[in-house]
């Protein structure tokens, strides 16, 4: 199978313009769907040459379906068999929500638009409902949260990054001890989040509910340390040390300073 860099590589066509470490990441998450029996559909936001395009139809095969968002009318030259272009701004959640009854549902979305931190949130934000169950969302050049021109810089509210690690958050949502902190839509539907060098990746997976434990194999621990153990925290002072501490730590997590360590 060729790899997208191998297509790269011998790309003739309009200009394609990428870091060259990314291709190993798009590799890693965008394989699973090359050359499938379906149709699949990739969205990437940012036209420029419109070079992206075509790259991800030679990589993807017959049945994949492009579109191509950018601003710039101008960019709609770049249509042709399988491409589409759409005119607009990933900012403009009126455009984003046109889009959404225009278009399939979403295999692929690569956000290499604009870079600016609402940008790229609105566009995450507006999208995330319309990717496909098992399907990828992947936003590039995420080292503009730390560029001051674009909004970002370190320990900055409102950057691409503090947003999804706020989703690092929600994907654990189910075991929140906090009345404040609730599953939410990405809780049921968010599956992973990677993390590179100026990429984050978001898989999406079909709807989940809450997770559950699984046994299997024979109970080996009813031996004399398990027994005395267990007695020990049956007792009177045991239990008392143990709910002061627990509420303690409420207090500690209130105040958002570290806790001690509770673990029964
Ligand atoms: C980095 S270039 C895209 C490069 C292209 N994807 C490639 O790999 O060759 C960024 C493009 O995003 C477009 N753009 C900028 N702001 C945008 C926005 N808010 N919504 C959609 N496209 C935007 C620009 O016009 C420009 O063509």
């Given at each position: 199978?060729?790899?997208?860099?191998?297509?790269?590589?011998?790309?003739q066509?309009?200009?394609?313009?990428?870091?060259?470490?990314?291709?190993?990441?798009y590799?890693?998450?965008?394989?699973?769907?090359?050359?499938?029996?379906?149709?699949?559909?990739?969205?990437?936001?940012?036209?420029?040459?419109?070079?992206?395009?075509?790259?991800?139809?030679?990589?993807?095969?017959?049945?994949?379906?492009?579109?191509?968002?950018?601003?710039?009318?101008?960019?709609?030259?770049?249509?042709?068999?399988q491409?589409?272009i759409?005119?607009?701004?990933?900012?403009?959640?009126?455009?984003?929500?046109?889009?959404?009854?225009?278009?399939?549902?979403?295999?692929?979305?690569?956000?290499?638009?604009?870079?600016?931190?609402?940008?790229?949130?609105?566009?995450?934000?507006?999208l995330?409902?319309?990717?496909?169950e098992?399907?990828?969302?992947?936003?590039?050049?995420?080292?503009?949260?730390?560029?001051?021109?674009?909004?970002?810089?370190?320990?900055?509210?409102?950057?691409f990054?503090?947003?999804?690690?706020?989703?690092?958050?929600?994907?654990?949502?189910w075991?929140?001890?906090?009345?404040?902190?609730?599953?939410?839509?990405?809780?049921?539907?968010?599956s992973s989040?990677?993390?590179?060098?100026?990429?984050?990746?978001f898989?999406?997976?079909?709807l989940?509910?809450?997770?559950?434990?699984?046994?299997?194999?024979?109970?080996?621990?009813t031996?004399?340390?398990?027994?005395?153990?267990?007695?020990?925290?049956?007792?009177l002072?045991?239990?008392?040390?143990?709910?002061?501490?627990?509420?303690?730590n409420?207090?500690?997590?209130?105040?958002?300073?570290?806790?001690?360590?509770?673990?029964?």
């Open positions: 199978m060729i790899t997208i860099k191998e297509y790269f590589d011998a790309h066509g309009n200009m394609i313009y990428k870091w060259a470490h990314y291709f190993d990441i590799e890693r998450h965008f394989k699973r769907f090359a050359n499938l029996d379906r149709q699949v559909v990739v969205v990437e936001i940012g036209v420029l040459n419109g070079g992206s395009l075509q790259l991800w139809k030679k990589y993807f095969g017959s049945k994949v379906l492009i579109y191509g968002i950018d601003i710039h009318a101008d960019c709609l030259k770049y249509q042709e068999d491409i589409n759409k005119i607009g701004s990933s900012a403009d959640a009126n455009f984003l929500k046109q889009l959404k009854e225009e278009i399939p549902k979403i295999d692929i979305l690569i956000d290499d638009g604009s870079h600016r931190m609402n940008h790229q949130i609105k566009a995450f934000v507006n995330w409902d319309h990717v496909n098992n399907g990828c969302y992947l936003v590039e050049d995420t080292h503009t949260s730390y560029w001051n021109d674009f909004g970002g810089g370190k320990g900055r509210s409102g950057t990054i503090n947003f999804s690690k706020n989703l690092v958050d929600s994907i654990h949502a075991y929140s001890e906090q009345a404040y902190f609730i599953n939410d839509k990405y809780t049921k539907t968010l989040i990677h993390y590179y060098d100026s990429i984050v990746v898989e999406k997976c079909p989940k509910s809450k997770p559950v434990t699984l046994k299997s194999g024979i109970d080996t621990t031996n004399n340390r398990i027994i005395r153990h267990h007695n020990i925290r049956k007792s002072v045991y239990r008392f040390t143990y709910q002061a501490l627990r509420l303690f409420k207090l500690l997590q209130f105040l958002k300073i570290r806790g001690v360590i509770l673990n029964g």
